[in-house]
C-alpha cells in the first residue's frame, strides 16, 4: 500500500509539474505574438495614437471601412470582431487604455450586442492566455462561473478552449503565422449579394441596461474620449424592427441608423451589408459625425 501511495505522489507531481510547463510554454509564445488576432495586436502593443477606433461584432467589423475613414485623414482601425458581445468590446478598450493609447473617437455598434451581457466565449477566449499578465483580463473574467479553474488550474484553459487556443493556434503564434484579421486597417469586407439568409426576426430580443455599455460610456467619459454610439442597417425583410425603437427608448444617445441603407443588394446576409453597402453607410457615418475634421 505504501509502495502504492508513493507511486501515486510520484505521478501526481510530475502531471502537475508537465501541466504548469505545458502553461507556462504555451503562454510564453502568445506574449510574443501581436500578428495572429486584433486581441494580441492590442494586448502586445506599446502606446498607440488614433483618431478613431471601431469597436463591436461582426456589424462592426464588415460594416465602417476603415480606410476611407484615413482617407478623410483620421488614424482608424476597426477592432471590431465577429461574434464578439460588448463584453469583449468593453475589455478591448480596457487593454488600450491600460497600454495608454490615445484615442479621440470611439464609434460603438451598440444594436443587437445589448441584449445580453455574457461573454462571446469563441472570442472572450482569446483573452485568456494573459489572464495571468494582465489584472485588467483577470478581473473582466473574474464573475465567470468558472473563473477558479480557469485561473488556478494550469492549463486548464488551453484544455477546456483546445478550438480557439489550443495546440494549432499556439504553434501559429510560435512560427508568427499572420492572418488576414489585420489587413485593411481591420476592416472586412463581404462581397457578396444576397448570399446568406435575407430574413430576419428581432421579436424576441430585449435591450438591457447593459453592464458593459455602461462601462464603456464612463471609460469614455474619464478619458475624454467622444463616444459615438451606433445602431448599423438590418436588410428590409427584418421583423421586429421596433427593436431599434427600444433601444432608443432605453439609451437615446444611441444613434439609429438601421435604414440608412436600404435594397438587399447592399447586403451579403440581412444582418451584414456587403462591400457596396459598407461603403456606402461609412460615407454617411463620415457625412454626419466627421465632415468638419
Given at each position: 500500500?505504501?509502495?502504492?501511495?508513493?507511486?501515486?505522489?510520484?505521478?501526481?507531481?510530475?502531471?502537475?509539474l508537465c501541466l504548469?510547463?505545458?502553461?507556462?510554454?504555451?503562454?510564453?509564445?502568445?506574449?510574443?505574438?501581436?500578428?495572429?488576432?486584433?486581441?494580441?495586436?492590442?494586448?502586445?502593443?506599446?502606446?498607440?495614437?488614433?483618431?478613431?477606433?471601431?469597436?463591436?461584432?461582426?456589424?462592426?467589423?464588415?460594416?465602417?471601412?476603415?480606410?476611407?475613414?484615413?482617407?478623410?485623414?483620421?488614424?482608424?482601425?476597426?477592432?471590431?470582431?465577429?461574434?464578439a458581445h460588448l463584453?469583449?468590446?468593453?475589455?478591448?478598450?480596457?487593454?488600450?487604455?491600460?497600454?495608454?493609447?490615445?484615442?479621440?473617437?470611439?464609434?460603438?455598434?451598440?444594436?443587437?450586442?445589448?441584449?445580453?451581457?455574457?461573454?462571446?466565449?469563441?472570442?472572450a477566449a482569446k483573452?485568456?492566455?494573459?489572464?495571468?499578465?494582465?489584472?485588467?483580463?483577470?478581473?473582466?473574467?473574474?464573475?465567470?462561473?468558472?473563473?477558479?479553474?480557469?485561473?488556478?488550474?494550469?492549463?486548464?484553459?488551453?484544455?477546456?478552449?483546445?478550438?480557439?487556443?489550443?495546440?494549432?493556434?499556439?504553434?501559429?503564434?510560435?512560427?508568427?503565422?499572420?492572418?488576414?484579421?489585420?489587413?485593411?486597417?481591420?476592416?472586412?469586407?463581404?462581397?457578396?449579394?444576397?448570399?446568406?439568409?435575407?430574413?430576419?426576426?428581432?421579436?424576441?430580443?430585449?435591450?438591457?441596461?447593459?453592464?458593459?455599455?455602461?462601462?464603456?460610456?464612463?471609460?469614455?467619459?474619464?478619458?475624454?474620449?467622444?463616444?459615438?454610439?451606433?445602431?448599423?442597417?438590418?436588410?428590409?425583410?427584418?421583423?421586429?424592427?421596433?427593436?431599434?425603437?427600444?433601444?432608443?427608448?432605453?439609451?437615446?444617445?444611441?444613434?439609429?441608423?438601421?435604414?440608412?441603407?436600404?435594397?438587399?443588394?447592399?447586403?451579403?446576409?440581412?444582418?451584414?451589408?456587403?462591400?457596396?453597402?459598407?461603403?456606402?453607410?461609412?460615407?454617411?457615418?463620415?457625412?454626419?459625425?466627421?465632415?468638419?475634421?
Amino acid at each position: 500500500m505504501k509502495c502504492f501511495l508513493i507511486h501515486f505522489l510520484k505521478i501526481t507531481l510530475i502531471t502537475i509539474l508537465c501541466l504548469v510547463l505545458l502553461d507556462f510554454g504555451y503562454t510564453y509564445f502568445y506574449l510574443q505574438s501581436n500578428h495572429r488576432s486584433k486581441i494580441d495586436y492590442v494586448f502586445n502593443s506599446k502606446a498607440r495614437d488614433y483618431d478613431l477606433i471601431i469597436l463591436g461584432s461582426s456589424r462592426a467589423n464588415n460594416h465602417f471601412v476603415a480606410p476611407m475613414f484615413e482617407k478623410r485623414g483620421l488614424k482608424t482601425f476597426n477592432y471590431g470582431m465577429s461574434g464578439a458581445h460588448l463584453f469583449e468590446a468593453s475589455l478591448m478598450l480596457k487593454l488600450m487604455v491600460e497600454r495608454k493609447y490615445k484615442i479621440r473617437n470611439v464609434i460603438l455598434e451598440t444594436d443587437l450586442n445589448l441584449t445580453n451581457e455574457k461573454p462571446a466565449m469563441g472570442v472572450a477566449a482569446k483573452f485568456l492566455p494573459y489572464i495571468h499578465n494582465s489584472e485588467t483580463v483577470k478581473q473582466q473574467f473574474s464573475n465567470d462561473p468558472d473563473f477558479k479553474a480557469l485561473y488556478y488550474v494550469p492549463f486548464y484553459r488551453y484544455i477546456a478552449f483546445e478550438n480557439r487556443i489550443g495546440l494549432r493556434e499556439m504553434f501559429f503564434n510560435a512560427i508568427n503565422k499572420k492572418t488576414s484579421h489585420l489587413d485593411n486597417l481591420g476592416y472586412y469586407p463581404l462581397y457578396t449579394t444576397n448570399a446568406g439568409n435575407m430574413k430576419n426576426d428581432l421579436r424576441a430580443l430585449k435591450p438591457l441596461h447593459n453592464k458593459y455599455y455602461e462601462e464603456i460610456k464612463q471609460i469614455c467619459k474619464v478619458n475624454n474620449i467622444r463616444l459615438i454610439s451606433i445602431m448599423t442597417p438590418m436588410c428590409t425583410n427584418t421583423k421586429g424592427m421596433d427593436y431599434f425603437t427600444k433601444v432608443n427608448q432605453l439609451y437615446p444617445e444611441i444613434h439609429n441608423y438601421e435604414n440608412a441603407v436600404e435594397g438587399d443588394q447592399f447586403f451579403s446576409s440581412c444582418g451584414h451589408m456587403n462591400d457596396k453597402g459598407a461603403r456606402k453607410f461609412t460615407s454617411t457615418i463620415i457625412r454626419d459625425f466627421f465632415s468638419l475634421q
